[in-house]
């Protein structure tokens, strides 16, 4: 992941943000998820699946 806003821990596992990846595509993440983290994403859907 290359630019993400700062992590946030409101305890609302609810809540996303946007965050833009190295191929340039821009997705919604949990807002724990942090710039440098590698994320798994549904390429098809550009939904994010889950945190390696």
Same mark, same amino acid.
Request: aromatic share 6%; charged share 25%.
């Given at each position: 992941? #290359?630019?993400?806003? $700062? $992590?946030?821990?409101?305890?609302?596992?609810?809540?996303?943000? !946007?965050?833009?990846? !190295?191929?340039?595509?821009?997705?919604? #993440? $949990?807002?724990?998820?942090?710039?440098?983290?590698?994320?798994?994403?549904?390429?098809?859907?550009?939904?994010?699946?889950?945190? !390696?």
């Amino acid at each position: 992941m #290359v630019d993400t806003a $700062p $992590p946030s821990r409101t305890g609302l596992s609810t809540s996303w943000k !946007e965050a833009k990846l !190295e191929t340039g595509l821009q997705i919604m #993440v $949990p807002l724990f998820i942090i710039n440098g983290d590698i994320i798994r994403i549904d390429t098809a859907g550009k939904k994010y699946l889950g945190k !390696e």
